[in-house]
């Protein structure tokens, strides 16, 4: 459902960010992230002189290679735009990443190395949602390489476990996964807080 009508308005600013998880055939995961900060009206920038509607002022990528267990194996970051001509030497800074691991205190371990004069505000800016793709990128990975075990386990006559339930990090993360929810309740009645009847139920794929 869009949301409502606007006032009348004219458009100032606009930031697209799009960011992309790939499996590579290597194993480890690429997650790649692309930003553009653009005007809706014609401007004079000190360095670069008019910049024309349309035109980014900002344009920056990244792309963090990653293992299976988060670990960041490779970074590389480029400034194409920016408002200044020295602006793209807050990019190179990004390789100091390699060796973190993407987990709680990964912004905090990140800011330390290419905070502040180490490295470029808005390509800072992107590092949550990189993480966030990346958590989305290695959870289909994972399922299969779990689904795939299974089955050959399934197939040498053994009656396998699964590592997980599917829940790790989700209950309670949102409003949709509370654990006192309809949806945690239906999805995993296991973990289901509100109806401690139900929760004694097995939970369901």
Known sequence: MPLPPPADRELM???DIKLQGFRRADGQMDVEAHLTDTKGFD???PDR???SSG???HEMWVRMTINDHLDITACEAITDHGPYANCGGGAASFAKLVGLRIKSGFLKAANERVGGVLGCTHL???LQ???TVAL???WPVESRRDAAALEAAKARGENPVSKTDGTEGMINSCFAYAADGENVRKRWPHRYTGNQAIAETPAVG
Do not use: C, D, K
């Open 13 to 15: 600013h606009t930031r």
């Open 43 to 45: 401007f004079s920038n």
């Open 49 to 51: 002189g008019a910049i």
């Open 55 to 57: 035109v980014p002022l």
């Open 124 to 126: 800072r800016e992107m």
């Open 129 to 131: 949602q990189i993480g």
């Open 136 to 138: 989305q990128t290695i």
